[in-house]
């Protein structure tokens, strides 16, 4: 079974930035979607970002211009870059193969 382990979290005040990780384990991870979703306490999971095995990346519109997916192949990882953090943007953050492969999540915490 496919093993997924987020990291990076933490609590930030507005405007500021963190970089989350999730790294997969075995030798398909180049061959998976993958993808960020979040869930706020009290809500429903989201989606947030994703890329394809070719670098093609789609982003849920409360994050367009702010967060950025990527991937490196050569590690296993997908990071999500989160700039100008929001207080909105508190929330579980997971990732997550094209396979329905979940993260255990890591918090973000966006509060002055």
């Known amino acids: 079974q496919v093993q997924l382990a987020e990291s990076g979290g933490g609590l930030v005040r507005p405007g500021e930035s963190l970089r989350l990780s999730c790294t997969v384990s075995g030798n398909l991870f180049s061959l998976y979607t993958m993808a960020w979703y979040r869930q706020a306490p009290g809500k429903e999971r989201d989606f947030v970002a994703k890329i394809t095995p070719g670098r093609n990346t789609n982003y849920a519109d409360s994050v367009k211009g702010r967060f950025t997916i990527s991937r490196d192949n050569a590690k296993n990882t997908v990071y999500l870059q989160m700039n100008s953090l929001k207080p909105e943007d508190t929330a579980v953050y997971y990732c997550?193969?094209?396979?329905?492969?979940w993260g255990q999540g890591t918090q973000v915490t966006v509060s002055s």
């Open positions: 997550n193969t094209n396979l329905n492969d």
